[in-house]
Antibody
């Protein structure tokens, strides 16, 4: 079945970097962008950015620019999000999500299970 | 950035109730509005895309509509499995932005 499986929980110190992976299966990986969304405890969803496995192009929300890098490896159907200069307010669950953009349907239709990233000294 | 404002933030309802959740965009987004359902400890699930189109497998008791920059998610007869948090999201521009969520709890 179509699914995205993410890497396990991470605990990092302030100032460090974290790299979260997202492995796709059940569909043609290069046909859909992968987006990253995060959610702090008890808070709403916050879009981080996207990567196109087809072209390698990526983009991010302004607040993350310069601190986030999104990449993909088509040989193993995986996408990655690396966030640097971590702060305590980066503590959140990070989700990868497949963006379906077909006609009027432009939404995140498949989600990974989430990766908890904790930033603590 | 386009700001999405949901109301209410919290809603208490009973099984069988008709429930309405509203999402207001800070500027025109046409019909580029999606709704997601999220249960505790789980990833969000796409319910409705482009204002009113049900994602495959979503029960017909869910529906979406719009009036200008105001969007509505309606659950015609609330079921026990519908108790969750619902979030709207605009898909017309980046950064993609979400509403803060509406938690639907059992009365």
């Amino acid at each position: 079945q179509v699914q995205l499986v993410q890497s396990g929980a991470e605990v990092k110190k302030p100032g460090a970097s974290v790299k979260v992976s997202c492995k796709a299966s059940g569909y043609t990986f290069t046909s859909y962008d992968i987006n990253w969304v995060r959610q702090a405890t008890g808070q709403g969803l916050e879009w981080v950015g996207w990567v196109s496995p087809n072209t390698g192009n990526s983009g991010s929300a302004p607040k993350f620019q310069g601190r986030v890098t999104m990449t993909s490896d088509t040989s193993i159907n995986s996408a990655y999000m690396e966030l640097s200069s971590l702060r305590s307010d980066d503590t959140a669950i990070y989700y990868c999500a497949r963006r379906t953009a077909s006609g009027w349907n432009d939404a995140f239709d498949i989600w990974g299970q989430g990766t908890m990233v904790t930033v603590s000294s | 950035d386009i700001q999405m404002t949901q109301s209410p933030s919290f809603l208490s309802a009973s099984v069988g109730d008709r429930v309405t959740i509203t999402c207001r965009a800070s500027q025109s987004i046409g019909s580029h509005l999606n709704w997601y359902q999220q249960k505790p400890g789980k990833a969000p699930k796409l319910l409705i895309y482009y204002t009113s189109f049900l994602q495959s497998g979503v029960p017909s008791r869910f529906s979406g509509s719009a009036s200008g920059t105001d969007f509505t998610l309606t659950i015609s007869s609330l079921q026990s499995e519908d108790f969750a948090t619902y979030s709207c999201q605009q898909s017309i521009s980046t950064p993609r932005t979400f509403g803060q969520g509406t938690k639907v709890e059992i009365k």
